[in-house]
Nanobody, 118 residues
């Protein structure tokens, strides 16, 4: 079984920055694409950014130029650097990974709250 531990959320003023971290532990043979999703109150969960096991990244248009995703394969970790935060970035942010143990599986983190407000 795999556990995802997220950290780094909190309250920040508009224009500020936060860095989210997600570390995976447990039975992992291989780690594939790692993602960050978010869900704002009353809205559907949406994909924010993803990074493949080869290091290719993509981010949603709403956060392009402000958010950067990265990973550390040695630590089974994924990060989301969030700059120039806006009130509309307020949401619960979830880490999501694809992995094998060796069966192909997926796992979600518990979520971390990000609130952007003055």
């Amino acid at each position: 079984q795999v556990q995802l531990v997220e950290s780094g959320g909190g309250l920040v003023q508009p224009g500020g920055s936060l860095r989210l971290s997600c570390a995976a532990s447990g039975s992992i043979s291989s780690l594939y694409t790692m993602e960050w999703h978010r869900q704002a109150p009353g809205k559907q969960r949406e994909l924010v950014a993803q990074v493949t096991n080869s290091g290719s990244t993509s981010v949603a248009d709403a956060v392009k130029g402000r958010f950067t995703i990265s990973r550390d394969n040695a630590k089974n970790a994924v990060y989301l650097q969030m700059n120039s935060l806006k009130p509309e970035d307020t949401a619960v942010y979830y880490c999501h990974i694809f992995y094998s143990d060796p069966q192909f599986r997926r796992a979600w983190g518990q979520g971390t709250q990000v609130t952007v407000s003055s």
